[in-house]
């Protein structure tokens, strides 16, 4: 079993930065392909990035690329997503998961342990 919990969350002005962590305890964290997901009020929970288990790759939903970076520190046992130019459109409850298997998926499917969210509202 593993338990995560996202931080970082907040309130910031478009255009901004944030930066979320997804910190980990239970079993081997390096185990696992970690994703970041995303749900706006009223809409379904949609893939952001994820990254394998060592880091050496990593995957992005369209509307992020070149803003965004999921990356890991493994000894800290914490996932992390840098949020750069951020828009209103960013503005929603954001998740990490753990992956079910040892290929990443844009699926909430494919992801069983979640945390319990963090809050990221941009103003415009």
């Known amino acids: 079993q593993v338990q995560l919990v996202e931080s970082g969350g907040g309130l910031v002005q478009a255009g901004g930065s944030l930066k979320l962590s997804c910190a980990a305890s239970?079993?081997?964290?390096?185990?696992?392909?970690i994703g970041w997901f995303r749900q706006a009020p009223g809409k379904e929970r949609t893939f952001v990035a994820a990254?394998?288990?060592?880091?050496?790759?990593?995957y992005y939903t369209d509307s992020v690329k070149g803003r965004f970076a999921i990356s890991r520190d493994n000894a800290k046992r914490t996932v992390y997503l840098q949020m750069n130019s951020l828009n209103a459109e960013d503005t929603a409850v954001y998740y990490c998961a753990t992956s079910t298997s040892l290929r990443w998926s844009s699926s909430t499917d494919g992801y069983d342990y979640w945390g319990q969210g963090t809050q990221v509202t941009v103003s415009s």
């Open positions: 239970g079993r081997a964290f390096s185990n696992y392909v």
């Open positions: 990254i394998s288990r060592y880091g050496s790759n990593t």
